[in-house]
């Protein structure tokens, strides 16, 4: 059974950063692309950036040299680093895990970026 727990979030001023968490279970990262995905408030959810099985990363121009995706294999967690927030930052961030053709997210965790 896959789990997904994300971990993290809060309150932070502009210019901030924050790291976020993802505990997976029931996933190989070696078989598996892990992403996450925010929701902004009133917007639908969208892209921030992957993580291939492979440990290639990609990210969405809006946070692009912000933010970067990492995992710990030993930990089966994978994380979010951002830097430089911004209030469009503010959204609910989800963890979302890609395997045996099925899709699997986290229960989300809020980030708001606000002076």
């Known amino acids: 059974q896959v789990q997904l727990v994300e971990s993290g979030g809060g309150l932070v001023q502009p210019g901030e950063s924050l790291r976020l968490s993802c505990a997976a279970s029931g996933v190989s990262f070696s078989t598996s692309n892990m992403a996450w995905y925010r929701q902004p408030p009133g917007k639908q959810r969208e892209l921030v950036g992957v993580?291939?099985?492979?440990?290639?990363?990609s990210y969405v121009a809006a946070v692009e040299g912000r933010f970067t995706i990492s995992r710990d294999t030993a930990k089966n967690t994978v994380y979010l680093q951002m830097n430089s927030l911004k209030p469009d930052d503010t959204a609910v961030y989800y963890c979302n895990a890609a395997t045996n053709f099925r899709m699997y997210w986290g229960q989300g965790t809020q980030v708001t970026v606000s002076s």
């Open positions: 993580i291939t099985s492979t440990g290639r990363t």
